[in-house]
Nanobody, 125 residues
Framework: QVQLVESGGGLVPAGGSLRLSCAASGGAFSRYSMGWFRQAPGKEREFVATIIWSRFSTYYGSSVKGRFTISRDNTKNTVYLQMNSLKSEDTAVYYC??????????????????WGQGTQVTVSS
């Protein structure tokens, strides 16, 4: 059974930075495409970023492009989300997700097979 554990969330002032980590265990991490999603109270889960397993291609949601960077270290079974120039609207619970059978559609939460428990990011204005 694949387990994903996020860490690195917290309270940060607007304009600041945070780096989230997601450690994976119990599966073939290097063959999973990994994604980050977020969900604010009363809103749907939103795609943030993904990194594809085969070529390390990366894709970002329009609201974070240019500010956030996703990366992975297959030797540590870990995916990262570096968040810079944070805004109050980035406040949400951030979830790590793994897609074991990448089909090309990285935007839909339903395409991901495994999820972490989430980590809270709060940006104060």
């Amino acid at each position: 059974q694949v387990q994903l554990v996020e860490s690195g969330g917290g309270l940060v002032p607007a304009g600041g930075s945070l780096r989230l980590s997601c450690a994976a265990s119990g599966g073939a991490f290097s063959r999973y495409s990994m994604g980050w999603f977020r969900q604010a109270p009363g809103k749907e889960r939103e795609f943030v970023a993904t990194i594809i397993w085969s070529r390390f291609s990366t894709y970002y949601g329009s609201s974070v492009k240019g500010r956030f960077t996703i990366s992975r270290d297959n030797t540590k079974n870990t995916v990262y989300l570096q968040m810079n120039s944070l805004k109050s609207e980035d406040t949400a619970v951030y979830y790590c997700a793994a897609d074991a059978d990448y089909s090309g559609n990285y935007l839909r939460p339903g395409n991901y097979d495994y999820w972490g428990q989430g980590t809270q990011v709060t940006v104060s204005s």
